[in-house]
């Protein structure tokens, strides 16, 4: 791209990535043209482009630096609509490893809200822009130009096929279109190389539930994660939203399932290592009857790699690299990418042009700590397919295992965890002199096996 504000860029996808992306790209170019195949509602509503809004969506902490950062504010906007910020791991109830997790004071929060409210607060502060415009009812059918460099976009504007198409071209196009980004195959129609892809499935399902009420000021939580290991590839996690609504996702990895009916979940939750969701889940009362969704496989296009794409494109969000949805990692992936470009396109050296893949290098460095640690724990479950890491990543998980071992009841070690889970820390947190002296040395705590029901000093 070449930036200075003479140029157009057409941004495909108007979900979280598209978005964020299209307000820092506004700041170098003419005008950027989000276009999307939905109606955009005019409030916090559920859209047919976005099916996985109907689960459970929590921002981490560093996705919550990045969105304060490109819209500042925009946390406590969220908060003033009723999302809720959980304090980890002091507000929550948290099994894994065999133990629930002391409630050390906390470290860090989640935002927890429905995806209707997070798409519709992002939506209208990004509109406010005066470079950019929404263009919905509109989908992308086809990239414009040649092997060498994407031109432009070829758009229908009725939802159900391109039967009126016509062109808009732009210097940049931005794929932002998804987990089931059509790009790779309107790449090859152009006929530059067919991107390389690497996909790790866990073969995850989920099942969500909505239900009534709201935590009172005498809850003895403020949330619940019951999560799977090798030996239980079952897990749940139970955390409130806005507008009096508690969402409850069951899950579980292929041959786990879980149920998509009203029965078949409770029967589900009491498979679960601990009773506290099944009895949660049996004590209130639905608010909608649960949701399914399967396509669930963490998969990444290298697009950064020298010859895959032409220069005019770039891909962001899912349409670039998904994850398996359990680690909470999208949304924060997409505000850390849009960071990624903010930085990248900022330190452009004067009167050089910034090129594509200097972007896409950009996003790809800005998602791979997140796809090391989804694709890394998803490969411990013997049903997971795609690549296996060979010997050599052998010690690396051995002293992971003992991270997980400790993580529970050793503050330090949990506390590093946290935080790079969260992604507010590289994973090289856990290998600092102290963290790796007590994973070394530490003794394995007591496992805490009855549930935790008050907050440790
Ligand atoms: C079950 C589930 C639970 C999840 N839970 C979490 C979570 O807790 N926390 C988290 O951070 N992430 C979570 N995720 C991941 C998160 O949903 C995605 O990472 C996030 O939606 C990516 O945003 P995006 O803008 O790239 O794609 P999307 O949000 O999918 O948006 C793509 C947009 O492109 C539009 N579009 C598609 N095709 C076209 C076209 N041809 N032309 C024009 N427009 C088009 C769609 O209508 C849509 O608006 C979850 C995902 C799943 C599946």
């Not at 109907?54 to 560093?62: K, N």
């Not at 409770?266 to 506290?276: C, E, N, Q, S, T």
């Not at 850390?336 to 009167?351: D, E, I, N, T």
């Not at 330090?412 to 090289?428: E, Q, Y």
Request: net charge positive; aromatic share 6%.
């Amino acid at each position: 791209m070449t930036t200075g504000t003479q140029r157009r860029v057409l941004v495909l996808g108007g979900g979280t990535a598209g978005l964020l992306t299209a307000h820092v790209l506004a700041e170098y170019a003419d005008s950027v043209t989000v276009v999307e195949r939905d109606a955009l509602p005019p409030g916090p509503e559920h859209r047919p482009g976005v099916p996985q809004a109907h689960h459970l969506h929590v921002v981490l902490p560093g996705g919550q630096q990045a969105l304060d950062g490109l819209l500042p504010g925009v946390v406590q906007e969220l908060c003033a609509h009723g999302a809720f910020r959980i304090g980890i791991p002091r507000d929550a109830v948290l099994w894994s490893a065999g133990s629930w997790t002391r409630r050390f004071p906390t470290t860090m929060h989640l935002l927890s809200c429905t995806r209707p409210l997070l798409d519709w607060v992002v939506r209208e502060r990004v509109r406010k822009h005066p470079r950019i415009r929404l263009v919905d009812r509109t989908a992308a059918v086809a990239l414009l130009g040649d092997a060498t460099r994407v031109s432009g976009v070829r758009v229908s504007a009725r939802e159900t096929g391109p039967r009126d198409p016509y062109d808009l071209h732009a210097a940049l196009v931005v794929d932002a279109t998804g987990r089931s980004s059509a790009a790779p195959k309107w790449l090859a129609a152009l006929g530059p190389a067919v991107p390389p892809a690497e996909c790790v499935d866990p073969g995850l399902s989920y099942t969500t539930v909505q239900y009534k009420g709201a935590p009172g000021s005498d809850a003895p939580f403020l949330g619940v994660h019951i999560q799977p290991d090798r030996n239980h590839p079952r897990g749940a996690v139970l955390l409130p939203v806005e507008a009096d609504r508690w969402i409850l996702t069951a899950y579980g990895m292929r041959g786990h399932e879980p149920p998509t009916d009203q029965a078949g979940v409770l029967r589900f939750l009491g498979g679960l290592a601990d009773p506290v969701l099944h009895e949660w889940a049996r004590h209130n009362e639905p608010a909608a009857p649960p949701r399914g969704f399967r396509n669930t496989a963490n998969r990444r296009y290298l697009y950064e790699r020298a010859g895959t794409a032409p220069s005019g494109f770039l891909a962001v969000g899912d349409a670039c690299c998904t994850f398996n949805p359990v680690y909470g990692q999208g949304i924060s992936v997409a505000a850390l990418q849009a960071v990624a470009l903010r930085a990248a396109l900022s330190h452009r050296q004067p009167g050089r042009r910034t090129t594509t893949r200097t972007l896409q290098r950009a996003v790809s460095t800005a998602y791979r700590p997140a796809w090391q640690l989804a694709t890394g724990a998803d490969l411990q479950y013997p049903a997971t397919t795609g690549n296996r890491p060979g010997v050599t990543v052998l010690p690396q998980q051995w002293y992971i295992d003992r991270v997980l071992a400790r993580a529970n009841g050793n503050r330090l070690i949990g506390d590093a965890l946290r935080d790079v889970l969260g992604l507010t820390a590289p994973p090289a947190r856990l290998f600092t002199p102290k963290v790796a002296a007590a994973v070394l040395f530490a003794p394995v705590p007591q496992p805490l096996t009855t549930l935790p029901l008050h907050a440790e000093p």
